[in-house]
């Protein structure tokens, strides 16, 4: 079988902790060929989509863990399927990426996670669905509502919907001095939603990452799940083998 992964460059990749390495790794043993292209590598042409894409070889050396072919262009049909695992933002471009790649669909191609499915799912807002399993939470972008869920929660996590990897990121208490720069701060002054939940003490979607603390899920994360090689150094429980497993069932 032929995968071809849509991926940040390979330079920027942490090899010695990145899942879509972990994947590609576990794939490739199992005698799967692999594929490398990047958002701006596809294009669709009088009907077709296609991208320039690079054969792609990894081995276990983190420094120095993959080799690449000669770009070729190809229609992503083509491939047994296609993985987006483009980390976010997901900002315009992505979803520009998630049109094409569902215009492949069209065409035959194997999209995973499938295209629309990432778009219809918010990863901040996809607890709404499973309002019995949160924390009471807040998604607004008027300061003083978030003011007033600080008054009365006393201890918040504040981020932004279109956040990822903790960036921007505030735990905030109700006696805080600096609350009101850091609500300014994380909704850019009323431009952007903000979630806000109390602080915890420490269809379509092949894989997804459910965020939990203690007793509650905070987050449903779907555009590029992370942690398998954490869980499996943490649990021996081999992730990236199971998930290969199920790839190739989905395919079949």
């Given at each position: ?25 576990a794939?490739?043993a ?9 958002q ?21 050396d ?15 049909a083509?491939f ?21 790649l ?21 990863e ?23 003011g007033?869920?600080i ?17 921007s ?9 600096n ?17 806000a939940?109390?602080?915890?003490p ?5 894989v ?16 590029s ?6 869980i ?21």
């Amino acid at each position: 079988m032929e995968f071809a992964f849509v991926l940040d460059p390979l330079d920027s990749l942490k090899a010695y902790k990145d899942t879509s390495v972990a994947m590609m790794r576990a794939l490739q043993a199992r005698g799967h060929l692999l594929f490398a292209l990047e958002q701006s590598d596809i294009f669709w042409d009088n009907g077709k989509t296609h991208a320039h894409v690079r054969s792609l070889t990894v081995n276990d050396d983190d420094h120095d863990w993959y080799r690449t072919g000669e770009p070729i262009t190809r229609p992503l049909a083509s491939f047994t399927a296609v993985l987006m695992r483009k980390d976010p933002p997901f900002d315009m471009e992505y979803v520009y990426s998630t049109y094409l790649l569902e215009a492949a669909e069209h065409e035959g191609a194997r999209i995973f996670n499938r295209p629309r499915a990432i778009r219809d799912h918010n990863e901040k807002m996809a607890i709404a669905k499973f309002t019995e399993f949160i924390a009471p939470t807040l998604v607004t972008r008027d300061a003083q509502l978030i003011g007033e869920f600080i008054d009365e929660q006393a201890d918040v996590i504040l981020k932004p919907l279109d956040g990822m990897g903790g960036t921007s990121v505030f735990r905030v208490r109700q006696d805080d001095p600096n609350r009101n720069v850091i609500i300014e701060t994380v909704g850019q002054h009323g431009e952007k939603s903000v979630m806000a939940q109390r602080y915890i003490p420490a269809k379509g979607l092949l894989v997804v990452g459910l965020d939990v603390i203690g007793d509650y899920l905070t987050e449903v994360n779907v555009t590029s799940p992370t942690c398998f090689v954490e869980i499996t150094q943490q649990s021996g429980f081999d992730v990236a083998a199971r998930f290969a497993e199920a790839l190739e069932q989905a395919v079949r």
